[in-house]
């Protein structure tokens, strides 16, 4: 499992960003344990269902916040008050700042060292994000406003939970630049254009092509406007009759260790989705889960390329790598790789050659 400093990428572990950490609508009353980060955290939600993440754990003397079923704090529903969550083992209560603000046995004031450490959360499309940096800063770009998830005309997305992926993150990002994968594994045919545009801390893949078996010889082509939001956000869109949205997700779980996540949405043609439209449009999300898997397994079983060998018409994938090193050094350094990369970069554009032929 190659890590971070195996690929060279910078001085921290993990990259600075937004990253998903879990479907919204499985975070219920009772505080939920997870790992990312090469770190135990604890998502909750406040009496007023605002979400917030901690560290896991209590530090009068350990004991995990998120993981009890038998304390009689967990059995009379004290875990959450207000906006604080309350440690099963002594009762402390922790709030969303992360300090201690009641001690249950105690008239002391609570000790300035009763701290846990807080992230930053946002919860958007049905999904819980966020906020990564490990100099602590605050997000430097925002997050994705994901437009559609709120348009009446989209069937919104369902959550493809794909589990962990023993990967480092930069194995999937290469996929951004990554022409010569589409047409042996994903049946594209007849590829009229392909190329990269860097920008700042977004970076675009635009696709167009015919394919083996979803396009019809001589029919439109398909066609993909493809980008990473920061490290671990992809979106992508595909025009056509039905025009999708597809998300896909990853977060570090360990050095060298993701969780990956997928889904999509799917736009009718009438003012107001309803319930008649998800079977069709569930159907284009497995479509397109399909396609994913297709990529999946390949970075099951790959070893980790720590250095592309690269030959011409294989895609600029030193000038991802490049880009993506932006997001695992200090903030400070961020438009010294930008400037390095911001631009277009093509590898074929038939319309273009078209154009100059005319």
């Known amino acids: 499992m190659a890590q971070t ?3 060279r990428l910078g001085e921290f572990t993990f990259a600075r960003g937004w990253h998903m950490i879990a479907e919204a609508a499985k975070l219920g009353p009772d505080p939920m344990p997870l790992r990312f980060f090469a770190r135990d955290l604890v998502l909750y939600r406040g009496e007023s269902g605002t979400p917030h993440l901690v560290d896991a754990y209590c530090p009068h003397m350990g004991a995990h916040l998120g993981r009890n079923q038998t304390s009689y704090i967990v059995r009379d529903k004290e875990r959450i008050q207000g906006e604080s969550i309350r440690c099963p083992f002594h009762g402390w209560r922790f709030g969303p700042d992360g300090r201690c603000n009641h001690i249950p046995y105690s008239d002391q004031k609570p000790p300035k ?4 450490k807080t992230w930053p959360v946002v919860e958007r499309a049905g999904i819980i994000w966020m906020w990564h940096d490990e100099e602590g800063n605050e997000p430097d770009y925002p997050l994705p406003a994901f437009e559609m998830y709120d348009d009446p005309q989209w069937v919104r997305w369902a959550i493809d939970d794909l589990g962990e992926l023993p990967q480092h993150p930069i194995e999937v990002v290469d996929n951004m630049t990554d022409f010569a994968h589409f047409v042996p594994i994903h049946g594209s045919r007849d590829i009229e254009y392909f190329y990269n545009e860097f920008d700042g801390h977004v970076q675009w893949q635009m696709f167009g ?7 019809q010889e001589g029919g439109p082509m398909l066609e993909l406007d493809t980008w990473y939001t920061g490290p671990a956000i992809l979106q992508s869109s595909m025009r056509g009759q039905y025009p999708t949205h597809m998300l896909i997700a990853h977060t570090p779980v360990e050095d060298g260790k993701i969780h990956v996540w997928h889904a999509l949405m799917v736009k009718t043609d009438k003012p107001q989705a309803t319930e008649e439209d998800v079977p069709a449009a569930r159907a284009y999300q497995q479509a397109s889960l399909d396609a994913f898997a297709q990529d999946f397994e390949i970075w099951t079983y790959k070893k980790a390329c720590l250095v592309p060998m690269m030959v011409r018409g294989d895609g600029p994938t030193d000038k991802n790598r490049l880009w993506y090193r932006q997001f695992y050094n200090p903030l400070a350094r961020a438009p010294e ?5 911001n631009g277009r970069y093509t590898v074929v554009d038939k319309r273009e050659q078209r154009k100059d032929v005319a």
Request: charged share 20%; net charge positive.
């Open 5 to 7: 400093a195996d690929y």
């Open 113 to 116: 060292a009763a701290v846990i």
């Open 209 to 215: 092509a015919g394919h083996r078996t979803l396009v």
């Open 337 to 341: 790789f930008q400037k390095r990369v």
